[in-house]
């Protein structure tokens, strides 16, 4: 293993999420997850957690259940 290799052996991190349901954002919602604000989303989700993707499919965060239809970030993935 290298720094030069390592890329080549890690998994992708949605990978790790996907026993997680999946919603897109809009750019956005992107931008306000990114900023470390709270969403107002129509999803359901019964662990109430979602993995959330942009427009592109690239996993941006985890998201967990507030209230009602309220979202917020607990974990923000950076991008490459």
Do not use: Y
């Not at 390592?6 to 992107?30: F, G, M």
Request: proline letters at 4%.
């Amino acid at each position: 293993l290298t720094a030069t290799n390592i890329r080549e052996c890690l998994l992708p991190a949605d990978l790790a999420l996907s026993h997680l349901p999946r919603v897109s954002l809009d750019d956005q919602n992107v931008t306000r997850v990114l900023h470390g604000k709270r969403l107002q989303l129509e999803a359901s989700a019964n662990g109430k957690e979602l993995a959330a993707f942009n427009a592109q499919g690239q996993l941006i965060a985890m998201l967990e259940h507030v209230k009602d239809q309220e979202w917020k970030s607990s974990k923000v993935f950076p991008s490459d």
